[in-house]
């Protein structure tokens, strides 16, 4: 059985980097033709793909984000990170970290942790 | 970007009932890379259909997805409690990856 789990601090100030770790269970992230994926959804509102990373270590952002993130690999853990720079408090919201699987869509999900962004 | 326009907003219905939730693509989504997930209150999304007609693993048969090109369709046959939750639309067709806004499934 495949589990992710996010882990990071809840709260993080205006302007610093909000950092949040994924590790895997169950799985690999080095194995099969996966892309390790972060997704966000504000509360109340919809979800948002932040980006992704394949096991190969190739990334894809999204471009309203791209200048400020970064997603990273670690196999040696099972587990992959995320860094957003320059927070804002529209940052804020509940982040997930996802596995996209071959055929494309997002099968296991994280329970997903909620940061905050504020002083 | 590929938008995923869902509709309806919010859909009241009873259990028992039949739902019907649309979701249009401003662009062809093709070889159906679109999938429907559910979302209860607190929970991560859980997948429900890929490749627009796929059940996932575990998905009872009363969720189907049709559809092609620009439009899809998620029905639920018969309405259970634990159905009524929002539902979201989403294509990995093209980069960035995109969701529907969702549709609100609400007990009448």
């Known amino acids: 059985q495949v589990q992710l789990q996010e882990s990071g601090p809840g709260l993080v100030k205006p302007s610093q980097t909000l950092s949040l770790t994924c590790t895997v269970s169950?799985?690999?992230?080095?194995?099969?033709?996966?892309?390790w994926t972060w997704i966000r959804q504000p509360a109340g509102k919809g979800l948002e793909w932040i980006g992704r990373?394949?096991?190969?270590?190739?990334?894809d952002y999204n471009p309203s984000l791209k200048s400020r993130v970064t997603i990273s690999l670690d196999t040696s853990k099972d587990q992959f990170s995320l860094k957003l720079s320059s927070v804002t408090a529209a940052d804020t919201a509940v982040y997930y970290c996802?596995?996209?699987?071959?055929?494309?869509?997002?099968?296991?999900w994280g329970q997903g942790t909620l940061v905050t962004v504020s002083s | 970007e590929i938008v995923l326009t869902q509709s309806p907003g919010t859909l009241s219905l009873s259990p028992g009932e039949r739902a019907t939730l649309s979701c249009r693509a401003s662009?062809?989504?093709?070889?159906?890379?679109l999938g429907w997930y559910q979302q209860k209150p607190g929970q991560a999304p859980r997948l429900l259909i890929y490749?627009?007609?796929s059940r996932a693993t575990g998905i009872p048969d009363r969720f189907s997805g049709s559809g092609s090109g620009t439009d899809f369709t998620l029905t639920i046959s018969r309405l259970e409690p634990e159905d009524f939750a929002v539902y979201y639309c989403?294509?990995?067709?093209?980069?960035?990856?995109?969701f529907g806004q969702g549709t609100k499934l609400e007990i009448k």
């Open positions: 996802t596995r996209r699987a071959p055929w494309g869509a997002f099968d296991y």
């Open positions: 169950g799985d690999s992230v080095n194995s099969g033709s996966y892309y």
């Open positions: 990373i394949y096991t190969s270590g190739s990334t």
């Open positions: 662009q062809s989504v093709s070889s159906g890379y």
């Open positions: 490749g627009a007609s």
């Open positions: 989403q294509q990995y067709i093209n980069s960035p990856l995109t």
